[in-house]
């Protein structure tokens, strides 16, 4: 399994619990199943950290655009691996 980039990844603070969201980039040709198991195993292992309630993970294949762009926004700051 080839594992993604982390393109971007936001984290919200609720009460002692946080919530998190994370857009990783996948290859272009992979499958609609390997995404789905490379994006289930990543949720899995951000939410097996103990402040970590929920993990929301986003999956695209390309980074040339701005993620923050595309949604709403929550608030809060959005965190760029670059």
Known sequence: MVHPSLIWQRIIVLGANLF????????????????????????QKVESLDDVERAFVHLDFETSHDPSTEHKQWGTQAFSSD
Do not use: F, M, P
């Open 20 to 43: 998190t969201s994370v857009l990783t980039a996948t290859a272009r040709a992979q499958s609609l199943q390997e995404a789905h198991d490379i994006g289930e195993s990543l949720q």
